[in-house]
């Protein structure tokens, strides 16, 4: 699913109002009964009144048009209108005119915040002051009312986009604390960053039935990865195959105290359809892989308790490196020399993250598509530290580009972004899966869709998808606060079972 910027919305919208062709106020029309279909499925009971802010722009007309089709569905509904400014909209104003006679909705029209009456007690309180057309922090009367807003022992939900945020940059002034936000057609890049997490509340996104040809020739710079995006990279397994048709991964893992981060990769990698595993190690964690993971082959490092040496590599298809092997100087010799060595597609995560971010020269030798997994303190380390998470994302994106490889930055919406200048958000997981080794299943998984011939792009997006989906269905099952990272392995099969299951109902 694409997101577009703010920009790219207001012209799909144009877009739209020409080629369907559509008046403008039909399009608010169907904006608002979108929110009003949800707003009934998540408030059925209609004993609380509706209290709904407007401002007398587009955003203010769509909480008007709610207004009436709320009243319509038998709820109470009190309409604010924050009348602070010269200019209403001509679309505002026309709903307006269509509010129903005698009273049936109460109206204010305010021309201070002061003026505001006190509100009925359990009302849920809708923001419809502002949209993704403002373009300043918000000040004076507005700034006023929205910290009035926020003080409410209330629900508060957005219509489109909480009042004061900025969709594609930093939000710096003051901002409706939303619990809910329904926004139109996408999702907005806002969404998925941690300091927006208050003002966003939970989200929803329903369609409007923007015109999709306004896509053609062009494309957005970010993306929500979804299921069906998904279950269209997944491919079928051939009858006469074997193992020998699904590649051959090496994962380098585990060092004395660490081989649980090893037992977790190979666990991961094995369940992510992969036709042979084999996984190099030192000494002391010989026996305790053979035990824990049968199916996997062991290559054994001449060191007892730590990775020093790489073994031959042109038999493997992929490559994973990291999990649990420390920061011992010979550990990042060995690294050095298989990322000069390698021509196979490479997945680097945690302790080789953390070697590379005291050598950043080395980057330089990473293969071309290389995928990146670090966690936010990773990250930093590898590339130093942003003021938020939208400065974040573009030294993210410009890495990624300049150095032609993948970084998977991991989080409640994991983001991938690609050399090409695109990022993709994920939109499976959950806060259970905030547990150690969770890190080392995504890399066994990723390593094994490698070694299977997906290409890189297609391998962090199925592999993202479904680690969080496995973490979803564990959650589910164990509960978020039972997750362990074992029960991700343990769900990668059930996973695959409901990405299957997709592909063969579109």
Same mark, same amino acid.
């Given at each position: 699913m694409q997101v577009?910027?703010?920009?790219?919305?207001?012209?799909?919208?144009?877009?739209?109002?020409?080629?369907?062709?559509?008046s403008s106020i039909d399009l608010m029309e169907r904006a608002a009964g979108a929110f009003t279909r949800w707003f009934v499925q998540q408030y059925p009971d209609r004993k609380s009144a509706v209290c709904i802010f407007a401002g007398t722009g587009n955003n203010g007309g769509d909480g008007v048009a709610a207004a009436r089709m709320l009243h319509q569905q038998g709820y109470e509904v009190? =309409? +604010?209108?924050?009348?602070?400014?010269?200019?209403?909209?001509?679309?505002?104003? *026309?709903? @307006? $005119?269509?509010?129903?006679?005698h009273g049936a909705v109460g109206v204010y029209w305010l021309k201070t915040p002061g003026e505001i009456p006190r509100l009925p007690g359990g009302a849920k309180v809708?923001?419809? =002051? +502002?949209?993704?057309?403002?373009?300043?922090?918000?000040?004076?009367?507005?700034? *006023?009312? @929205? $910290?009035?807003?926020?003080?409410?022992d209330a629900e508060r939900i957005a219509i489109d986009l909480p009042s004061g945020l900025f969709a594609d940059r930093p939000t710096e002034g003051p901002c409706v604390y939303a619990h809910k936000t329904f926004c139109f057609e996408v999702p907005r890049r806002a969404f998925f960053f941690p300091e927006n997490a208050d003002r966003v509340g939970e989200w929803w996104v329903g369609s409007i039935g923007l015109h999709k040809g306004f896509w053609q020739g062009q494309r957005a710079a970010d993306y929500f990865l979804t299921g069906e995006d998904a279950a269209a990279l997944v491919r079928e397994r051939l009858r006469f195959s074997h193992k020998g048709t699904y590649g051959h991964?090496?994962?380098?893992?585990g060092r004395l105290g660490s081989m649980g981060a090893a037992v977790l990769a190979?666990?991961?990698?094995?369940?992510?359809?992969?036709?042979?595993?084999?996984?190099?190690?030192?000494?002391?964690?010989?026996?305790?892989?053979?035990?824990a993971v049968p199916e996997a082959m062991?290559?054994?490092?001449?060191?007892?308790?730590?990775?020093?040496?790489?073994?031959?590599?042109?038999?493997?298809?992929?490559?994973?490196?990291?999990?649990?092997?420390?920061?011992?100087?010979?550990?990042?010799?060995?690294?050095?020399?298989?990322?000069r060595q390698a021509y196979q597609p490479l997945v680097l995560d945690a302790d080789a993250l953390n070697l590379l971010a005291r050598r950043p020269e080395w980057l330089s030798f990473l293969p071309p598509g290389t995928i990146l997994t670090p966690h936010p303190k990773e990250f930093e380390r590898l590339f130093g530290h942003s003021a938020n998470s939208f400065e974040r994302n573009a030294l993210q994106r410009d890495r990624a580009q300049a150095l032609g490889i993948y970084i998977v930055l991991k989080g409640a919406y994991t983001a991938i972004a690609c050399p090409d200048g695109t990022c993709w958000f994920n939109s499976t997981g959950n806060p259970g899966m905030?547990?150690?080794?969770s890190g080392d299943v995504l890399t066994g998984v990723l390593t094994a869709l490698l070694?299977?011939?997906?290409?890189p792009l297609e391998a962090c997006l199925l592999g993202v998808y479904l680690h969080g989906l496995a973490g979803d269905l564990a959650a589910a099952e164990q509960s978020q606060p039972g997750l362990i990272a074992g029960d991700l392995v343990d769900f990668l099969g059930k996973a695959w079972k409901v990405l299957y299951t997709q592909k063969r109902e579109r």
């Open positions: 577009p910027t703010t920009e790219q919305i207001r012209a799909w919208d144009a877009y739209t109002i020409e080629h369907e062709p559509i009190e =309409l +604010f209108i924050c009348d602070f400014g010269a200019k209403h909209s001509a679309d505002f104003s *026309a709903q @307006v $005119a269509r509010l129903p006679a809708v923001d419809a =002051l +502002f949209g993704t057309g403002l373009t300043r922090a918000l000040e004076g009367p507005w700034a *006023a009312v @929205v $910290a009035w807003m926020n003080t409410l991964a090496l994962l380098v893992c190979a666990r991961a990698c094995l369940r992510s359809g992969v036709g042979l595993l084999t996984v190099h190690l030192p000494r002391c964690g010989y026996a305790i892989l053979q035990t062991c290559s054994v490092d001449a060191c007892e308790d730590h990775w020093t040496s790489i073994p031959p590599i042109e038999n493997f298809s992929a490559i994973g490196i990291g999990c649990g092997i420390g920061q011992n100087t010979a550990t990042a010799q060995a690294l050095k020399r298989i990322i905030a547990t150690g080794g070694a299977q011939g997906y290409a």
